[in-house]
């Protein structure tokens, strides 16, 4: 048998923490056949919360979690972990300036990244989901320097996801038969979904999105507000935000990168930017990636138009401008 590999989430009392550790406890994260031992953090105030969930994942009898550690200690919870799938964070209330939502996100992510490093397995692999994710990543990036760059991502699967199934719902395919979209840069609104190289798998073979939806102004237009607006659009509707998407979307995002994407195939992941696609280095910069032994490889290579330049550079520079606000806040 496998030996079990420690997942830590944080802000596991929350609500995408209460979606996601049945999912990692069923095997959907890292495989049917791959026992695991759940590490849950979150702060005081919802220490008991936090115990209900892990009362309930007793009580689920999941075969494959073989432990829980449910605790608001940050070292107890970081010790020996393989994986950190980071959902905590400080959330934007009304009236709140961009600043100080940053700042206490900054100082969240700085002495957590201290944790991780001292105290989590050799190659611990880092998934942020927590809000700004692309800067909260970069900063658990530089307060953990012994944590290799390649080892901290952020999610941008959820975006990826929501663009397949919009052209899925557009086209009336299967969403399976949808692959390739891209996700390029933040996870805000500024994120560019790009289609230009998606494909759709049809009785004759693979065709390009852009000549089976035959609607230029659809896919240049409504279709990318729509991804990008989408997460507002779900908590209009259900008054709270994504939770059983983002979710699932973390499983896709960490399965992927353990176990290796299919053949011909790419996802979107935040990683740390190299500058490829003259993207702004140096920041976490949501690229299409193929995955492969556990390491994430950008695709190089391909063509980007004037259209899609531009909105490359847009969420690039978002990216730099909200850098200089967390470095801002460090001092
Ligand atoms: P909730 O407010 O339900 O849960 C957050 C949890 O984090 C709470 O239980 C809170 O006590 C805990 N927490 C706060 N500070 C902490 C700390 N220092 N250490 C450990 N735990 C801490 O929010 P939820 O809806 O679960 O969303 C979590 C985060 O995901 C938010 O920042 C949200 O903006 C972000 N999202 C990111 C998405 C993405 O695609 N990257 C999509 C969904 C989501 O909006």
Redesign the pocket.
Same mark, same amino acid.
Request: aromatic share 4%; proline share 6%; hydrophobic share 45%.
């Given at each position: 048998a496998k030996e079990p590999v420690r997942v830590l989430v @944080? /802000?596991?009392?929350?609500?995408?923490?209460? !979606?996601l550790v049945p999912m990692i406890a069923r095997g959907v994260m890292l495989g049917a056949d791959q026992p695991v031992i759940l590490h849950m953090? =979150?702060?005081p *105030? !919802?220490a008991e919360?936090?115990n209900g969930v892990k009362m309930e994942l007793v009580d689920a009898a999941f075969p494959l979690l073989k432990g829980v550690v449910a605790t @608001?200690d +940050?070292v107890e919870?970081c010790t020996g972990v393989n994986v950190a799938v980071m959902? /905590? /964070?400080? *959330? #934007?209330k009304e009236g709140m300036e961009r600043k100080d939502v940053m700042s206490k &996100?900054v100082s969240?992510y700085k $002495?957590?990244a201290f944790a991780l490093e001292q105290h989590a397995a050799p190659n611990c692999k880092v998934l +942020? +989901?927590?809000? *700004? !994710?692309n800067t &909260?990543a970069l900063i658990l990036k530089e307060f953990a320097p012994s944590i290799p760059a390649k080892n901290i991502t952020?999610? @941008? #699967?959820? =975006?990826h996801n929501r663009a397949l199934g919009q052209i899925s719902e557009k086209l009336n395919v299967q969403v399976s038969d949808v692959k390739n979209v891209i996700i390029w840069g933040n996870?805000s609104s500024s994120q560019y979904p790009d289609v230009n190289h998606a494909t759709v798998m049809t009785p004759s073979g693979e065709k390009p999105v852009r000549k089976l939806v035959k609607d230029d102004a659809w896919l240049n237009g409504e279709f990318i507000t729509t991804v990008q607006q989408r /997460?507002a659009a779900i908590i209009k509707a259900r008054k709270? %935000? $994504?939770?059983l %998407?983002?979710a699932s !979307?973390?499983c896709d995002h960490i399965r992927d990168w353990v176990l290796g994407t299919p053949e011909g195939t790419w996802v979107s992941m935040?990683v740390y930017s190299d500058g490829s696609y003259n993207a702004p280095a140096g920041v976490i910069y949501s690229f299409p990636v193929t995955c492969k032994n556990g390491e994430w490889t950008i695709v190089q290579g391909l063509a980007i138009d004037e259209f899609s330049r531009k909105k490359l550079d847009l969420t690039g520079q978002e990216l730099t401008e909200e850098k200089e606000l967390a470095y801002s806040c460090l001092s």
């Open positions: @944080t /802000g596991a009392a929350g609500q995408i923490g209460y !979606a953090l =979150d702060i *105030p !919802a919360a936090l @608001t +940050v919870a959902v /905590g /964070g400080f *959330p #934007r &996100n969240i $002495s957590q +942020v +989901v927590a809000n *700004p !994710a &909260n952020c999610l @941008t #699967r959820l =975006d996870h /997460g709270l %935000s $994504s939770a %998407s983002a !979307a973390a935040g």
